[in-house]
């Protein structure tokens, strides 16, 4: 039996165990040699009891652990936290591989330079604020190559979502390019957007002879809001049509056959007949929109209807009640979508001209005003509907009628007749100050409506023609010698006591171009907007209530 190890040396190997455990943990290499002797070695050795035999059956191999096992496990479990909490962990190559890899592809031939280009042209147009490196840069990119898209710059804190503001963008384009950019714009297009709208050459119809609306005029509007609506309004015979032309788009030197409204020929007066049927449109560059009408109670409607025996709508019993009722819608039709309506007259004047206003805006249709006020506690219609300006153009008018005193006696009968309207007949258009009377001081009418007075447009050939005998060019009362008695009279121009015609027309003219455009509606209207507007105002006028209770009272 061996002998039993004496203290000193039990220590000294005990010593030795830590030792030999801290070298396997930090080479990282096991030595299973050495801990194989050092564990039979321990476990042969005798104790008090004799060996230690742990594996037979009283023995108790699983709870005991040897002591340098148990440092040797505390150790490796330190160890691999540490390891694992601050050692990096680095991705690379070893140095061997690395010198293996092969060397970067060669750059490709350079293709041949392109032949010299004309001298560049350089566009401008305006582009959003922040993109100025983008726009440099889709500058700078050849032409036949997309640019990348650029990133979307963060709106600043004082600009609010949804605007844009403006800044010039360059563009380079050159004559010579044999081929566009695919996402160029076609010129053609471009140069679309900046031609003038397409110019009307002749009037269309917007309401046929049959009361029936027509779509036709949609094609020459535009979406912009700045237009002015014209309607005229007069008996049979008083020349609507070629105050119309005049305004619109004719001289009084042009063939009236080539007016853009028609006028009555003189085979038509002959026979009695109105030229106009239903409701005509003319729109004029200055986005002018002039509405030519039918006359109002014409006989030549109500005699077309009686010899033809046309059918009359069922709810209309008498031809007279019918023509009327026509009459009344259009001008309660005019009344609701024009900025301005002029009521055209050639003699002073006719009562039932004026009772006849009146009936018509009486069943006018009842349109919101923009100024309306819901609180208003005044009871005035003026300020729930609205009321078109209303002027009263005398034509044909002779040469008294431009008289000071016959003057002041027209505007004070207008003034009594449409007292009780809520028409807009005062305070938009003067005669005085357009300097037709340059005599009469601006206060000299103490009541001055919308009256202009217009002479026969003939005029202007007979005064230029020499005066028959008998008849002196100047009025008695200015004792002026005759043609015959000196040289001198004889070569100047005959008095008309007027402007002439051309002079007259053009300060009409330049009267209603001027007027005031209140709002139709609630909401601002394009043109297009205002077509659409009219097409439901004229199919609530034919549906109206009130018009048809006053036609089941004039039956």
Not at 44 to 63: A, T, Y
Not at 125 to 130: I, V
Not at 260 to 273: D, P, W
Not at 504 to 522: D, E
Request: proline share 12%.
């Amino acid at each position: 039996m061996p002998p039993h190890p004496t203290p000193a040396k039990a220590t000294e190997e005990s010593r030795l165990e830590p030792a030999v455990s801290a070298t396997m943990s930090e080479s990282g290499h096991s030595q299973p040699g050495l801990y194989g002797i050092e564990r039979r070695r321990r476990w042969k050795e005798p104790g008090p009891g004799g060996p230690q035999n742990l594996s037979g059956p009283g023995g108790r191999e699983r709870d005991y652990i040897a002591p340098w096992e148990r440092e040797r496990r505390d150790g490796s479990e330190e160890t691999s936290s540490s390891v694992m909490q601050k050692t990096p962990i680095i991705l690379s190559k070893p140095p061997a591989e690395r010198s293996k890899q092969p060397p970067p592809p060669a750059a490709p031939a350079a293709p041949p330079a392109p032949a010299p280009l004309e001298k560049p042209i350089v566009l401008m147009k305006p582009r959003e604020e922040g993109k100025g490196p983008a726009a440099a840069a889709n500058a700078s990119t050849p032409e036949g190559t997309a640019p990348a898209p650029p990133a979307a710059p963060a709106p600043p804190k004082g600009e609010k979502e949804g605007q844009r503001p403006t800044q010039p963008v360059y563009q380079i384009q050159n004559r010579g390019m044999g081929t566009a950019a695919p996402a160029a714009m076609d010129p053609v297009v471009g140069q679309a957007k900046l031609l003038p709208p397409e110019r009307m050459k002749h009037s269309i119809k917007l309401v046929d002879d049959q009361m029936n609306w027509c779509d036709s005029a949609i094609e020459y509007l535009l979406d912009q809001t700045d237009v002015l609506v014209v309607g005229v309004l007069g008996l049979q015979g008083t020349g609507k049509s070629m105050v119309m032309s005049l305004l619109s788009a004719n001289t009084p030197e042009e063939d009236q056959r080539a007016y853009v409204f028609r006028a009555q020929s003189a085979e038509m007066k002959e026979r009695g007949g109105n030229q106009t049927s239903g409701i005509d449109f003319f729109i004029t560059q200055e986005r002018i929109v002039f509405l030519d009408t039918q006359p109002i109670l014409s006989p030549s409607i109500l005699d077309h209807l009686i010899n033809n025996d046309r059918k009359l709508p069922p709810e209309y019993n008498l031809p007279h009640t019918y023509v009327e009722m026509q009459s009344l819608q259009i001008a309660a039709f005019l009344f609701t979508v024009c900025h301005v309506v002029i009521v055209v007259q050639d003699w002073f004047t006719d009562l039932s001209l004026y009772r006849f206003l009146q009936t018509a805006e009486m069943v006018k249709p009842s349109t919101p005003s923009p100024s309306h006020e819901s609180s208003s506690s005044s009871g005035s219609d003026e300020g729930t509907e609205y009321y078109p300006h209303l002027v009263f153009l005398q034509n044909k008018a002779r040469r008294e009628d431009f008289c000071p005193r016959k003057l002041q006696q027209m505007h004070l009968m207008i003034d009594q007749l449409m007292a009780h309207s809520h028409l807009r007949y005062k305070g938009t258009l003067s005669m005085l100050q357009c300097n037709v009377f340059p005599g009469l001081p601006p206060d000299f009418l103490d009541s001055e409506v919308n009256l202009f007075l217009v002479p026969f447009m003939d005029s202007e050939a007979e005064s230029e023609n020499p005066p028959r005998a008998g008849c002196p060019p100047y009025p008695p009362h200015l004792n002026v010698p005759g043609p015959g008695s000196s040289p001198l009279f004889s070569l100047l121009p005959g008095y008309r006591g007027h402007p002439s015609f051309q002079s007259l027309v053009s300060k009409l003219r330049s009267q209603v171009m001027s007027m005031a455009r209140p709002q139709l509606s609630h909401t601002i209207l394009t043109e297009k907007n205002w077509f659409h507007y009219a097409a439901r105002i004229w199919d609530g006028v034919k549906k109206s209530s009130a018009l048809a209770e006053y036609s089941r009272l004039l039956a």
